[in-house]
C-alpha cells in the first residue's frame, strides 16, 4: 500500500514545533505490516529539515515531495485529556499531476488528508481510474480549510466519497457526517463499501454489507496525549487489509498497535529524568 499526505508542522501544548501529519505516524503501523509499503508526503523544501528523525528512523519507507506550503497545527491537552486545536497553515492540494508525477504502482491507496482541500474529488477519481484501492480518512470530510481555531462541518462535496474502497471517521467525525447518530441507514446512504467509525477506548464500528459489528479495543490507556493514534491505526488496518485480512482482523491487529504505542508514551513521560 502507498500511503499519501502532507507533512504538517505541529505544536504541542506550545512546545517547540515537532513533525505531524500522517507520514510521521504511519512509519510505525508499517514497519509491523506485511507487504510493501511506501509514505509519500509534501511540504515545503524549507521544513525538509525538522522531518529529518522521521526519515532517520523509516528510511526508505518514507519519501518527502516538495509543496509551496506545509500544514500547520497548535495542539493543546487539557487535563482531561480532550483536544484543542487549531490551524496555523493550510498545505498544498495534490492534483491528478502529482499523483502520475509521483506514480504509486501499489494496488491500496490511503489518502490522509489534513484539511478538506488536500485531496479534491478529481484526484480521487484519477486515482480510481489508474485502478487503486482507495481509503480516506474522514477528518478530510469535516476539517474546514480556515486558518484559526479548527472547524468542523459537513459541507463537503458528495463527490469525495464515490470514488472509496474504505472510508474512517472518528467518533466526533461520524456525528457530524450523519448530522446526528451514525447508523446502519447513514452508512448506506454514504455509499462506502466499508465504513469504520472509531470510539478510541471503546472499540471500533465496522459497516460491511449491510451490517455493522463492534469490535473492543484492546486495552484502555489512559492519561495521555493521542496525536497520531488515528493515523496509526488506520495505516495498520489498510496494510492488513491489502494483504488479505478481513476486516475484523485487521481492526484487532491495528487497535494492538495503537496501544503499544500510546503505552509507550505513558512510560516515557512516567519514567525519571
Same mark, same amino acid.
Given at each position: ?35 510493501? @509499503? ?40 487539557? &487535563?482531561? &485529556?480532550?483536544?484543542?486545536?487549531? !490551524? ?17 504502482? %501499489?494496488?491500496?491507496?490511503?489518502? @490522509?488528508?489534513?484539511?478538506? %482541500? ?21 477528518? /478530510? ?32 467525525? @461520524? ?16 455509499? !462506502? ?16 454489507? /449491510?451490517?455493522? !459489528? ?11 496525549? %493521542? ?43 512516567? @519514567?525519571?529524568?
Amino acid at each position: 500500500m502507498t500511503v499519501l499526505g502532507n507533512l504538517a508542522i505541529d505544536v504541542i501544548n506550545g512546545a517547540p514545533p515537532s513533525p505531524g501529519g500522517c507520514a510521521s505516524f504511519a512509519g510505525v503501523a508499517l514497519e509491523a505490516a506485511p507487504g510493501t @509499503a511506501h509514505i509519500v508526503a509534501m511540504g515545503e523544501q524549507q521544513h525538509h529539515e525538522l522531518f529529518d528523525p522521521v526519515l532517520e528512523r523509516f528510511g526508505s519507507l518514507v519519501r518527502l515531495l516538495p509543496s509551496e506550503a506545509t500544514s500547520g497545527f497548535s495542539l493543546d491537552y487539557d &487535563d482531561t &485529556d480532550h483536544r484543542h486545536m487549531a !490551524v496555523q497553515a493550510i498545505g498544498p492540494v495534490w492534483t491528478p499531476r502529482d499523483i502520475d508525477a509521483d506514480d504509486p504502482r %501499489t494496488t491500496w491507496i490511503h489518502l @490522509a488528508p489534513l484539511l478538506r %482541500t488536500d485531496f479534491p474529488a478529481e484526484t480521487l477519481a484519477h486515482l480510481a481510474a489508474r485502478g487503486h484501492r482507495i481509503a480516506y480518512d474522514g477528518q /478530510g470530510l469535516v476539517r474546514a480549510d480556515r486558518v484559526g481555531p479548527l472547524v468542523l462541518d459537513r459541507h463537503f462535496s458528495p463527490e469525495l466519497l464515490r470514488h472509496l474502497d474504505v472510508l474512517k471517521l472518528a467518533e466526533d467525525e @461520524a456525528v457530524i457526517v450523519a448530522d446526528g447518530a451514525f447508523d446502519l441507514a447513514t452508512a448506506e446512504a454514504l455509499g !462506502v463499501p466499508e465504513i469504520l467509525v472509531t470510539y478510541g477506548s471503546e472499540g471500533c464500528d465496522i459497516y460491511k454489507d /449491510g451490517a455493522v !459489528v463492534r469490535v473492543p479495543a484492546a486495552w484502555r490507556v489512559m492519561d495521555v496525549q %493521542t496525536t497520531g493514534a488515528g493515523d496509526m491505526f488506520t495505516a495498520s488496518y489498510v496494510a492488513h487489509r491489502a494483504a488479505g485480512a478481513d476486516p475484523r482482523r485487521a481492526v484487532e491487529i491495528a487497535s494492538e498497535l495503537v496501544a503499544r504505542e500510546l503505552q509507550k508514551r505513558v512510560q516515557v513521560r512516567s @519514567a525519571p529524568a
